[in-house]
């Protein structure tokens, strides 16, 4: 008899989830929750963020246009929906599970320069197609997944994400049974008519139908829900089960959508499609349920000011611009059972009307996030002194730790013009100043990629409020900035009372700065960006121990 030596089965099985009819509608947000749900049922999954702009990342982007850059340890700066993959999925992500057209076309063309295609003519299909997949694999086998949950950015229509969705249709061709898409779409209520409307969806269907593509399941987002008469009309028109479209109304809180979602028995659907079978249950929609019900059942509430210059194109952008602060402090207080309100102040308002920081006093704490440039920086300023003589707990994230430091040494030291370089180089302190290194990029015009990024080391001294909220000797946090402070000062500085509670390893850089609480209930500033890393389930100590502060003040 002859043995037929069998081909060992791929094992491996890829989500992809595409927009229909308009952007903003949660792709981010489904993945993620679809992620959840499949870890909750024993798999491995890694997420993966396609984003089919040009840019090479995002960090050149303006975030009050684009949301905010969110940085891996690895510093890749990329889309705010790496958080949402991150805080969901309780998961450190690496560069390989972020990609743009801009990356993936500039290796391509570099690859041409360096005779990779040897002496072929290169192609966007398949050379551009090849190398996509060939990421995307890649980005599995290093997280040894078993499913990997690949979002298309974009709506199905635009031009620029062809090349991903085509790349997708190729993998679907040659293993039919280990890929499944997903479309996202939305379902409006015209005003007039009062009722909600399939035939967008139904459109982006047949235009995904177009390049050869149709979708396995529906995600059916709107005000409301769908009910059974339009569900069964999407799967009559887009030949599906009705069990595969997904009702997703809008809800009180993303971090309902996982349990949302099971409601409509999601993962049965995905799981049948990619032939598969749940591999173990192991808890993870409970544990996630118990956070869910922290939220709801929140005894206390804290307002909290959010100080900083950036309000010049309307409040409405700023909860992307900073969703990661937003969600770093949710997290905190929830598990200190608060619910916080945030407020965003202009800080150019004191600028213009400086007795208006007076208003402060109504806040239990108050917060001043990264950010760059000299606009509203004065005010920023006025509000910190503020927070330092009224003993309201402060917390500064990294601009916000810089301005700290500055006001430090106007109002304490006495060094009326000390200041940032990145705003005057020319002030007698400099108290702020910029690394040699950093100093050769911006002379050299390297702005993309070139701050100090990513994850860096820092010691913690013993006896600090920073040691008493991170329980540990060294920490690693995420770095965005260019600046830090100058080692010329730091000695005067520390006589003068503030306490760098946080160094860099070699003892170059300052990454802590706080008052003792001898003088103040909590007063903090942090170079790094430690709302990159919380979690729903495992909040942030530094948040955390602000939070406690602002409730322990608030209760005197
Ligand atoms: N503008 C400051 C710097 O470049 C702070 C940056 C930030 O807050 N992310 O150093």
Known sequence: MIKKKMKKERKHKF?????????GVGKGIA????GKILQSKGFVVNPVKVDPYLNVDAGTMNPVE???VFVLDSGLETDQDMGNYERFLEMDLGSGDYMTSGMIYKHVIEKERNLGFKGKCVEAIPHVT??????????????????SLIEIGGTIGDYQNILFIESARILKIKYPQDVMFIMVSYLPIPGSLGEMKTRPTQNAVRQLNSYGVQPDMIIARGTQSLDSKRKEKIAFACALPVENIISAPDIKSVYDVPLNFEKDKISSVILKTLHMRTKAHNGELEAWKKFVDKRENAKHTLKIAVVGKYFDTGDFMLSDAYVSVIEAVKFSSYWKDARTELTWVNSKDYEVDPKKVQELKNFDGIIVPGGFGESGI????MAIEFARKNKIPYLGLCYGMQLAVIEYCRNVIGWKDAHTAEINPQSTHVVIDIMPEQKKNLEEGKYGASMRLGAYEAMVSLGTVAHKAYKADMVSERHR?????NPKYIDAIEKAGMIFSGKSPNGI????AELPVSVHPFFLGTQAHPE???RPLHPHPLFTAFIEAALKEKKK
Do not use: C, N, Q
């Open 130 to 147: 090849e190398e996509i997949v060939k990421r995307w694999r890649k980005a599995a086998d290093s997280h040894s997944s078993d499913i």
């Open 481 to 485: 900035h260019r600046y830090e402070v």
């Open 509 to 512: 850089l300052m990454e802590i």
């Open 31 to 34: 993945s993620s929750s679809i």
């Open 532 to 534: 990159f890393k919380a």
């Open 15 to 23: 989500i992809f989830v595409v927009g229909g009819v308009m952007s």
């Open 66 to 68: 684009h949301g905010e």
């Open 378 to 381: 004065e005010g920023v300023i």
